[in-house]
């Protein structure tokens, strides 16, 4: 098993920044897929980013390229989302989630293929 817990959500005014993290412990491996997902209310969970722990390489969905950023630090088994140029529209509730195996852009960027999440994190944009 793998535990997960999120810290760093909070209300922010449009243009800010907000930093989160997922801090992993158990059965965490190098070579696992970290990922950001987010969920606002009344839509399905969405792909935000991911990083591939062993070798850093990185995966952003379209909308936040350019603006958020995805870090790993393996000594403290966490994961970032650093998060700038927020816009209300990035309001939800941020969740980490870890999966093994594949990198394929149709399995890392679908919640369904993630099976530890942690319990979510909210960020409130303000206009």
């Known amino acids: 098993q793998v535990q997960l817990v999120e810290s760093g959500g909070g209300l922010v005014q449009a243009g800010g920044s907000l930093r989160l993290s997922c801090a992993a412990s158990?059965?965490?491996?190098?070579?696992?897929?970290m990922g950001w997902f987010h969920q606002a209310p009344g839509k399905e969970r969405e792909f935000v980013a991911a990083?591939?722990?062993?070798?850093?390489?990185?995966y952003y969905a379209d909308s936040v390229k350019g603006r958020f950023t995805i870090s790993a630090d393996n000594a403290k088994n966490t994961v970032y989302l650093q998060m700038n140029s927020l816009k209300p529209e990035d309001t939800a509730v941020y969740y980490c989630?870890?999966?093994?195996?594949?990198?394929?852009?149709?399995?890392?960027?679908?919640?369904?293929?993630?099976?530890?999440w942690g319990q979510g994190t909210q960020v409130t944009v303000s206009s």
């Open positions: 158990g059965r965490t491996f190098s070579s696992a897929i």
């Open positions: 990083v591939e722990r062993s070798g850093g390489r990185t």
């Open positions: 989630a870890s999966r093994e195996g594949s990198t394929a852009w149709g399995i890392i960027s679908r919640a369904r293929w993630y099976p530890f």
